[in-house]
T-cell receptor, first 111, second 117 residues
Framework: KNEVEQSPQNLTAQEGEFITINCSYS?????LHWLQQHPGGGIVSLFM???GKKKHGRLIATINIQEKHSSLHITASHPRDSAVYIC?????????????FGKGTHLIIQP | GAGVSQSPRYKVAKRGQDVALRCDPI?????LFWYQQALGQGPEFLTY????????KSGLPSDRFFAERPEGSVSTLKIQRTQQEDSAVYLC???????????????FGPGTRLTVT
């Protein structure tokens, strides 16, 4: 069964802290998304990666295929980073690339 | 440029009513996905289209759920005889086609929040 697990479920931190959100998944993934969802429901794709590391501004995403693990890091966190961060996998061999989502990490950055 | 749009943004239906939710994907995007997100949960896959062909409907929770994309562009998700457990945000996403095993990024619409009373 395709599974994606995220941790932690909830994370509260102070402004400026370095944030790490973890994602592990079952075998067979062809690509992994990190998504951001603000209150009100809109989802924005932050990264899609299948190997290595990607960086965009203060956000960094890494994936380790052998360990079936990905991390999302936020440097110099800011209150506007407060959102739900969702890891989602595309599993190969299934004939369609619908995403399998983790339950999300609810991040609150306090000023 | 125009992103994925969905309408209506909010829908309140009485139990037993039929509803139709619309998705306008990004122009030229071949793949279209519907997801259901219950309150406090991550989204779950419902169905997938490549052009007008519905290639995967394994996530549709019951035969009350029906999706179509007749001209390979706009898609409609229809729920017949709505039940309270259908209350959720329904998300649509589109992407360029799957080619040679390479997956493309999915772009999400704002969602339709359905409340069944």
């Amino acid at each position: 069964k395709n599974e994606v697990e995220q941790s932690p479920q909830n994370l509260t931190a102070q402004e400026g802290e370095f944030i790490t959100i973890n994602c592990s998944y079952s075998v067979g993934i062809s690509a992994l998304h990190w998504l951001q969802q603000h209150p009100g429901g809109g989802i924005v794709s932050l990264f899609m990666l299948s190997s290595g590391k990607k960086k965009h501004g203060r956000l960094i995403a890494t994936i380790n295929i052998q360990e079936k693990h990905s991390s999302l890091h936020i440097t110099a966190s800011h209150p506007r980073d407060s959102a739900v961060y969702i890891c989602a996998g595309i599993f190969s061999g299934g004939g369609a690339d619908g995403l399998t989502f983790g339950k999300g990490t609810h991040l609150i950055i306090q000023p | 440029g125009a992103g994925v749009s969905q309408s209506p943004r909010y829908k309140v239906a009485k139990r037993g009513q039929d509803v139709a939710l619309r998705c306008d994907p990004i122009s030229g995007h071949v793949s279209l996905f519907w997801y259901q997100q219950a309150l406090g949960q991550g989204p779950e896959f419902l169905t997938y289209f490549q052009n007008e062909a519905q290639l995967d409907k394994s996530g549709l929770p019951s035969d009350r759920f029906f999706a179509e994309r007749p001209e390979g562009s706009v898609s409609t998700l229809k729920i017949q005889r709505t039940q309270q457990e259908d209350s959720a945000v329904y998300l649509c996403a589109s992407s360029r086609s799957l080619a040679g095993g390479l997956s493309y990024e999915q772009y999400f619409g704002p969602g339709t929040r359905l409340t069944v009373t």
